[in-house]
T-cell receptor
Framework: NAGVTQTPKFRVLKTGQSMTLLCAQDMNHEYMYWYRQDPGMGLRLIHYSVGEGTTAKGEVPDGYNVSRLKKQNFLLGLESAAPSQTSVYFC??????????????????FGPGTRLTVL | QKEVEQDPGPLSVPEGAIVSLNCTYSNSAFQYFMWYRQYSRKGPELLMYTYSSGNKEDGRFTAQVDKSSKYISLFIRDSQPSDSATYLCAMSGDSNYQLIWGAGTKLIIKP
């Protein structure tokens, strides 16, 4: 049981390049999330998904796209990388609160993170 | 003003001390209050959660929620060097699965 895994662990991009970050979970979770973490800013939600084939915007979606073609995978794409996207990116997953007993708090399980530098 | 405020620290205390970590919030609709612990270069992990007001104890850790003051706390008794980490508070409303996060407090326990 690997939990939540992220690929790659590190990446350096030049401004304007594109890349895709892959997140995979083996816990059969319905919900998946992409966050970025910057010093002093905490975790900020980029996009999230409440099920296979569905995605929605979070707090800071500009410059990113996502896809969830399979329940276990959630991809984050950077179309044209900018230095402002230098950050640590975390993927997380959780059960649907609708399927858990009350109180249905949202425990999110996180991957190890991807450190991205855009030059 | 952020919805959730948390002092980023760092907070440095000697081993064995009692540690108090705090968050304040502005949204009275929040009902779920959580504390996550994040070790260096790792993802956050859920440490404790509380629903609505009150206290919850788990070993050396105690979580408190004061909804009237919109203030939550995490206490660590007999702190150990292994408790050195960043502690993030997170909260959500009753029907909202999105978590609102504090900035995290970096805690250093000196041997």
């Amino acid at each position: 049981n690997a939990g939540v895994t992220q690929t790659p662990k590190f990446r350096v991009l030049k401004t304007g390049q594109s890349m895709t970050l892959l997140c995979a979970q083996d816990m059969n979770h319905e919900y998946m999330y992409w966050y970025r973490q910057d010093p002093g800013m905490g975790l900020r939600l980029i996009h999230y998904s409440v099920g296979e084939g569905t995605t929605a915007k979070g707090e800071v979606p500009d410059g990113y796209n996502v896809s969830r073609l399979k329940k276990q995978n959630f991809l984050l794409g950077l179309e044209s990388a900018a230095p402002s996207q230098t950050s640590v990116y975390f993927c997380a997953s959780s059960y649907s609160p609708l399927l858990t007993s009350f109180p249905s708090y949202n425990e999110q399980f996180f991957g190890p993170g991807t450190r991205l530098t855009v030059l | 003003q952020k919805e959730v405020e948390q002092d980023p620290g760092p907070l440095s205390v000697p081993e064995g001390a009692i540690v108090s970590l705090n968050c304040t919030y502005s949204n009275s609709a929040f009902q779920y209050f959580m504390w996550y612990r994040q070790y260096s270069r790792k993802g956050p992990e859920l440490l404790m959660y509380t629903y609505s007001s009150g206290n919850k104890e788990d070993g050396r850790f105690t979580a408190q929620v004061d909804k009237s003051s919109k203030y939550i706390s995490l206490f660590i008794r007999d702190s150990q060097p292994s408790d050195s980490a960043t502690y993030l508070c997170a909260m959500s409303g009753d029907s909202n699965y999105q978590l609102i996060w504090g900035a995290g407090t970096k805690l250093i326990i000196k041997p």
